[in-house]
C-alpha cells in the first residue's frame, strides 16, 4: 500500500483569486514545489482533488480547466514532481452530485486505481470542505492553509511555506 498525498487546487497550489481558468491568472503559491519535493523525497504519490464548480456554472469551459491543468502539470514536470491523478468535479453545487467535496467521489475513483494507505496519508486544503472530505474519505492526517477558521485539522498554517517550514523542523511526523 502507497501512501499519499491529496492537495486541493485552488488557495494551495495556486492563488485563489476566484474561479481561476487561465494560464494568466495562475499564480502557485510561494513554497509549493518545495513542500510537494518534501512529501516526495518521503515516498508519497500526489495526487489532486479539485471542485471547479465554474465549469458548471458557465464561468469557463472543462477545455479552459484542461488546458489550464496542462500548463500546472508542466510546470510541475519541470521541477521533477510527478501528479499521479487529478480528480476534478465540474459540477454545481446544487447538482448534488456525488464527487463535489466534501463527498468521497474524488478520493473513491483513486481509491479505484491505486492501493493507498489511507492511515498514513495526508490532504491539505484551504476549506472546510477539503478537511471534511478527508474525515469523510478516512484520511488520517489533515493541514489547512489559510486564516479562515477550519474545524478538525490535524494542523493549520497560514500559507504553503509556514507549513513548509513546520514539516522541515518536524519531520518524523510524516
Do not use: C, P, W
Given at each position: 500500500?502507497?501512501?499519499?498525498?491529496?492537495?486541493?487546487?485552488?488557495?494551495?497550489?495556486?492563488?485563489?483569486?476566484?474561479y481561476v481558468s487561465k494560464i494568466e491568472d495562475f499564480q502557485f503559491?510561494?513554497?509549493?514545489?518545495?513542500?510537494?519535493?518534501?512529501f516526495l523525497d518521503r515516498g508519497y504519490m500526489l495526487f489532486i482533488v479539485t471542485n471547479q464548480s465554474g465549469i458548471g456554472r458557465g464561468y469557463y469551459t472543462k477545455e479552459d480547466f484542461l488546458t489550464l491543468t496542462s500548463y500546472m502539470l508542466d510546470e510541475?514536470?519541470?521541477?521533477?514532481?510527478?501528479?499521479?491523478?487529478?480528480e476534478y468535479c465540474p459540477h454545481a453545487p446544487e447538482e448534488r452530485c456525488s464527487c463535489r467535496k466534501p463527498a468521497t467521489g474524488m478520493v473513491?475513483?483513486?481509491l479505484a486505481k491505486y492501493k493507498i494507505d489511507l492511515d498514513n496519508s495526508w490532504l491539505i486544503?484551504?476549506?472546510?470542505?477539503?478537511?471534511?472530505?478527508?474525515?469523510?474519505?478516512?484520511?488520517?492526517?489533515?493541514?489547512a492553509i489559510g486564516e479562515r477558521k477550519i474545524e478538525n485539522a490535524t494542523y493549520a498554517f497560514r500559507t504553503i511555506w509556514d507549513c513548509k517550514l513546520f514539516l522541515e523542523k518536524n519531520n518524523g511526523i510524516f
Open positions: 500500500m502507497q501512501k499519499a498525498l491529496f492537495l486541493d487546487r485552488d488557495g494551495v497550489i495556486n492563488i485563489d483569486y476566484g503559491t510561494e513554497g509549493i514545489f518545495e513542500l510537494l519535493r518534501l510541475f514536470k519541470k521541477r521533477e514532481i510527478e501528479i499521479a491523478s487529478i473513491d475513483n483513486i486544503g484551504d476549506k472546510q470542505s477539503d478537511i471534511d472530505l478527508a474525515h469523510n474519505a478516512k484520511i488520517a492526517h489533515t493541514i
